[in-house]
């Protein structure tokens, strides 16, 4: 009888600290759909992984490896592509190399690469005014549980955006781009993830190495400076709600032209970019709409300057921008 109500009792004392853990894994998870988002950036900035997704844009499938490392140096990254040309992107906190062995090349900037998902703002609260935040419950991703997360526009200037986040340690497992109707444009999808382990000095070294290659090299200059310090000489009429000017840019984009203007629109998670040029004798102009996957551009003619917007947004945006471009007064 003794050894009965000593079972009993040890018994309900397990149930207890099982239901104290659970209760402290779930407090432990974000509360909402910003503190998921807040810490998926937080996890993708300071863990080290190792990674192989698959990367749906254009009507094509590319398989793709990721390496990243964090430290108190810095951060350190590796993409490489899997399938097609072995092209690599190497990233630290001050350069970016990408290496292309379809036309020999090496480009050496500044400025971070175009990634398959986008950065998540900070202030998440901006985009509540043009965004819905919410949590869409749990789902599975190679094998492992993600609560999924959406950012649902509310407008039709807009895409939609979903996450699924690993439950344990927060990593973006997959993303999902989505146009006006909510069909999926761009999916990036892990089909393998290592996290927290060690990554090996080697995993993150090239293995092509540019010998023989043409180096092109980004250089930051003061002629360059000023141009960027600039007022824009072109302005944008009719801008969506939320969309504000985050950059202004002059720069020459085809040899022998002049310099053209370079507007960045952005409404914290989306980016326009408007390219303001003269139309040189002889060149042919283009107006209209085009598009390629989830990018979109419009160009038209104003008082002799070719004007493009482009950018990954619905069509009625680079439209409505790029008809509404004008002289600055």
């Not at 998870?29 to 937080?42: C, E, G, K, T, V």
């Not at 997360?149 to 509310?154: F, K, Q």
């Not at 000023?226 to 085809?254: C, H, I, Y």
Request: glycine share 8%; charged share 20%; proline share 4%.
């Amino acid at each position: 009888m003794a050894n009965s109500k000593a079972e009993k009792l040890l018994a309900a004392a397990a149930l207890l600290m099982l239901g104290q853990a659970v209760l402290a894994q779930q407090s432990a998870h974000p509360a909402n759909a910003r503190q998921w988002l807040d810490s998926m950036s937080s996890s993708m900035r300071s863990l080290d992984y190792d990674g192989t997704f698959v990367y749906y844009h254009d009507g094509k499938l590319e398989a793709m490896r990721i390496v990243h490392q964090a430290n108190a140096g810095g951060e350190k990254e590796r993409l490489m592509s899997l399938t097609g040309s072995a092209r690599e992107v190497l990233r630290d906190d001050k350069v970016v190399t990408c290496i292309m062995p379809d036309n020999k090349s090496v480009m050496v900037g500044q400025s971070r690469p175009r990634q398959p998902y986008p950065d998540v703002p900070e202030d998440l609260d901006s985009l509540s005014p043009h965004y819905n935040l919410s949590d869409a419950g749990d789902d599975r991703v190679a094998g492992m549980m993600a609560r999924v997360i959406a950012i649902t526009p509310r407008d039709r200037f807009r895409y939609g955006y979903r996450f699924w986040i690993d439950t344990r340690n927060h990593m973006l497992l997959r993303f999902e781009l989505s146009d006006e109707e909510g069909n999926a444009i761009e999916q990036v999808m892990f089909t393998a993830l290592r996290v927290g382990e060690g990554i090996p000095a080697e995993a993150l070294e090239p293995s092509l190495s540019g010998d023989g290659y043409n180096w092109f090299r980004q250089e930051n200059s003061d002629a360059g400076a000023a141009l960027q310090a600039a007022s824009p000489q072109w302005t944008v009429g009719q801008l969506p709600v939320g969309f504000e000017m985050t950059d202004n840019q002059r720069k020459r984009v085809r040899q022998g032209g002049e310099h053209a203007e370079h507007l960045v629109y952005s409404d914290g998670l989306a980016t326009v970019s408007v390219y303001v040029e003269k139309l040189m004798d002889g060149t042919r102009s283009y107006t209209g709409l085009s598009n390629m996957g989830a990018m979109n551009a419009y160009g038209a003619v104003v008082d002799g300057h070719q004007v493009t917007v482009v950018g990954e947004v619905p069509s009625a945006t680079v439209q409505s921008m790029a008809q509404s471009v004008a002289r600055r007064q």
